[in-house]
């Protein structure tokens, strides 16, 4: 499953992107209201993890906003109002359960991977395509003009995301948090080294590659110029 925390307990968030990678998930964070609702707005996911207190918009406007635009994707929202009444309030506005904090992980995942598959949504996804490139986020196998590629783990993080973000910049920062999980630079190669290891099993012996290095940048994936 794809998942979206938005989540403003950095502490948290990062306890539950780490508990929902290693199940094998991919997870994506954001830890302010307004810039939630525009990415859970724009992006396909298959749940939203939403606190119900958070900067800028809380959780129960964020989540009657994306109601009011018919996204029915499947909400989980935590807070530490765990009275029957706000439970009712966040349920009456349209998530699909309500967990008050404190919580243990194995409930929670119980709990969102029970909301994923309660109801089919159109955002549910099982393959990215870009120009002649296929990913199947089930198997986890990435195909190109007919040969199929196997990655491994974090080769398949970072080409999910690449392929996500097609034709955009994405940095060397951007990619050791989404990918790595890391939020400092840790002054090591590993970006480039994985990148380089991606380029050969993606581009190798074809004149059409896909992943492009952009100086001072970053790197983007798209078709040749």
Not at 92 to 116: H, T
Request: aromatic share 6%; charged share 30%.
């Amino acid at each position: 499953m794809r998942i979206f925390i938005i989540e403003d307990d950095v502490k948290l968030s990062h306890y539950l992107l780490k508990g929902l990678s290693q199940e094998g998930h991919s997870v994506e964070l954001c830890h302010d209201g307004k810039t939630g609702l525009i990415q859970a707005s724009t992006e396909p996911f298959d749940a939203i993890i939403l606190d119900r207190m958070l900067p800028g918009m809380d959780g129960l406007n964020l989540l009657k906003s994306l109601r009011g635009m018919e996204i029915d994707t499947p909400v989980l929202m935590l807070s530490n109002l765990g009275e029957v009444d706000h439970r009712i309030e966040g349920l009456r506005n349209g998530c699909d359960d309500y967990l008050a904090k404190p919580f243990s992980f194995a409930e929670l995942l119980a709990r969102i991977e029970a909301i994923g598959k309660r109801r089919p949504h159109p955002n549910a996804q099982e393959s990215l395509a870009v120009s002649d490139l296929e990913l199947n986020l089930l198997t986890r196998q990435a195909q190109r003009r007919g040969r199929y590629i196997e990655l491994l783990t974090r080769e398949f993080k970072l080409l999910e995301y690449l392929m996500r973000h097609e034709g955009q910049v994405v940095t060397k920062t951007m990619l050791l948090e989404q990918v790595w999980d890391l939020h400092f630079d840790p002054k090591t190669n590993v970006v480039e080294v994985h990148i380089s290891r991606l380029r050969k099993k993606i581009d190798q012996s074809l004149d059409s590659p896909l992943i492009h290095t952009i100086r001072g940048a970053g790197y983007v994936l798209r078709k040749k110029d």
